[in-house]
């Protein structure tokens, strides 16, 4: 019987080369191939006409031979599979069990992925994380994390796992994303609480896709004439007055759509022009308004026995969403592309051209860190372009008088 990596009788001599990144990156085959590595006896890549291409490794052990399927090119490194294949090598020859089984955790490896996902979720998503964040991180958990690594031991789950779960949801990177953020916090505190050895978090070194942010902001003529609409809605109807001082609210302030819903009356400070949100996204922060939101704020009327600023249609209860009218307006003012989150987009934006700067962008936003205001900047440097066109005009027209610049 031939050893591992080498062929049966009769079968043609395997490929032998030095696998390394550069040369499994050049590999292109007319039809399955395993290209095995000179060093390393049982480790290889097996490339597919498609262009894919998956690290491979087998051995022989007092059971017989084992093999296993390392992980695919791009998600995991020539370097890294060379090293879990030397692994699987050695654990086989010595008869142990070359990889963590899932659903095999056993007392020594700890708690699995799914027990100790329950455990988070009771004791740190439900006391700590506000309702729409709680909501993603169940999502992320129930229908991606633990089905796909639940029955691993925490301990034992490895980079690769991680990263070929990743690599799974490629198809919608932000859930992607999402889940191993959530994975990766729970490993966080994990350590923390003494559930699992520090330094064994395996999401450290996955690489997050890149994030695809959506911009759309709104131009001096479409908020002229979403003014008009909202105007016109007051008396033709089709969305509730509350909705529709709620939008305007948004408009005027920059404020988060939640921020707005959730407004109390004991928040608002009409004498010294302000709203002071005790438990907003990024935690207490008090918001300036101008005369024009405050006399929007100052002309609602006030429901006996209902705290909320915009109240909803049950008893004591604030108004829940604003999709509703938010469509029935876009569409009137032929807005279909603009989401209700673009309104605090094109606040920032008018900030902008209005000269303010971005430490001042972030303040007026809510934003705690200057990195979710820096988002912006290539609206700060469009503005800046602009106002130095515009001054260096009016020194043109001084100094090449009757004349639009120099020969």
């Not at 390392?70 to 020859?93: P, S």
């Not at 191993?180 to 395996?202: C, D, F, I, Q, R």
């Not at 609602?300 to 604030?318: D, K, M």
Request: with cysteine.
């Amino acid at each position: 019987m031939s050893a591992p990596g080498e062929p049966e009788r009769g079968m043609a001599k395997p490929q032998r080369r030095a696998i390394s990144n550069r040369m499994v990156d050049a590999l292109r085959v007319v039809r399955d191939t395993v290209i095995w590595d000179r060093e390393l006896i049982g480790f290889g890549v097996r490339a597919y006409p498609s262009g894919g291409r998956v690290y491979v490794v087998r051995a022989r052990g007092p059971e017989g031979t084992r093999r296993l399927t390392i992980g695919r090119h791009g998600v995991i490194g020539a370097e890294e599979a060379c090293r879990r294949a030397a692994l699987f090598i050695a654990r086989v020859k010595a008869g142990e069990e070359p990889a963590p089984r899932p659903g095999a955790a056993g007392t020594a490896n700890g708690p699995t992925v799914a027990d100790f996902a329950r455990r988070y979720l009771e004791e740190h998503v439900a006391v700590r994380c506000k309702p729409k964040t709680a909501k993603t991180v169940r999502s992320a958990i129930r229908r991606h994390i633990v089905p796909a690594l639940g029955g691993y031991p925490m301990a034992a789950l490895g980079r690769i796992q991680v990263a070929e779960f990743h690599q799974r949801l490629v198809r919608t990177p932000s859930t992607a994303n999402a889940a191993v953020k959530t994975l990766s916090h729970m490993y966080v505190l994990a350590e923390g609480w003494g559930a699992v050895p520090e330094g064994t978090n395996p999401c450290r070194s996955v690489v997050m896709y890149p994030a695809r942010r959506r911009e759309r902001f709104l131009t001096d003529r479409e908020f002229e004439r979403l003014g008009r609409v909202l105007d016109a809605a007051d008396v033709r109807g089709g969305a509730s007055p509350a909705a529709l001082a709620a939008i305007r609210l948004l408009m005027l302030t920059g404020c988060r759509k939640n921020e707005i819903l959730t407004l109390r009356w004991e928040d608002v400070d009409l004498g010294a022009a302000a709203l002071r949100l005790a438990d907003s996204k990024t935690g207490p922060r008090t918001v300036s308004l101008s005369s024009s939101a405050a006399r929007l704020l100052a002309g609602l009327p006030r429901t006996a026995g209902n705290p909320w600023v915009f109240p909803g249609r049950g008893r004591g209860r604030h108004l829940r969403s604003l999709d509703d009218a938010w469509r029935t307006v876009r569409t009137r003012a032929g807005l279909d592309d603009v989401r209700l989150h673009d309104l605090r987009h094109s606040y920032a934006s008018r900030a902008l051209a209005l000269g303010e700067s971005l430490p001042m962008i972030g303040k007026l936003l809510g934003h705690s860190q200057m990195e979710t205001t820096a988002r912006y900047a290539h609206l700060a440097r469009d503005s800046i372009r602009d106002s130095a066109e515009r001054v260096a005009d009016s020194i043109a027209g001084d100094i090449f008088p009757g004349a639009s610049g120099p020969d």
